[in-house]
């Protein structure tokens, strides 16, 4: 792979050589053994690998919400393990949103108080954040589903709430984990492509990690992690589609 400089503008990630073990003496795994992971503004940028290689450990430690045991990590030119406790909380409310496999949205509540959450957390009257919720309701193509509880809605519409809750505090760092895991094609196919339109619209930095190959023809670039370390970088879309056979 061809490594941007750690200080270039258009590096939205830039990882280099990230280790992380859990546990200790008999029950330590090493997880991640030297990783190297970049990704730029304007793109969406996938990870996929076999199960238990190592990428969601990867995509918490560019969270924030796992440290590395070592290696380099800048977000935005910004060097994360110089950030204190409140600072790295701080980025992570107001610079990322995280998409999760399974929704996680609340239950008890309705749509648009869960699309809410992010901004309250970032200190915004209720009245303001359930304002833009709605707006980035609208923009999911849930509107009308505001006043519902998730529970009534869709697999495909519950993954586009949990976007609209990921996005509402506009981060400009958008983390999925298995994002269309749970969604058949149709659902999967609407997901990816509000993905790739708030990735081109908004100059994001989107990491999608799956392994859906459904979705693989929204890939600009392609990372490919097995064992702990990234082993090939896939630079060009028609590439992608020619090893993984995508089918989208
Ligand atoms: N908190 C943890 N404690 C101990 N082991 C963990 C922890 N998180 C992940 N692991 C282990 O690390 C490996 C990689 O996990 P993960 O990053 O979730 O892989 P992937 O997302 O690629 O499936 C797995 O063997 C998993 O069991
Ligand atoms: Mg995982």
Known sequence: MNPAPLSSPTAGIVARGLDKCFGEGEARVHVLKGADFTARLGEMMFLVGPSGCGKTTLLSIIAGTL???AGELTVF???LRKLGGDGLAGFRAQRVGFVFQQFNLIPTITVAENVSVPLLITGHAPRVAEERARRMLARVGLADRADSRPG???GGQQQRVAIARALVHEPTLLLC???TAALDRDNGQQVMRLMREVARDAGRCVVIVTHDNRTYGYADRMAEMEDGRILRV???PAAIRAHHGATA
Do not use: F, I, R, V
């Open 77 to 79: 030119g910004q060097d």
């Open 152 to 154: 009534k809605l869709s």
């Open 177 to 179: 984990d298995e994002p």
């Open 67 to 69: 440290a590395a045991d």
């Open 234 to 236: 896939l630079e060009d």
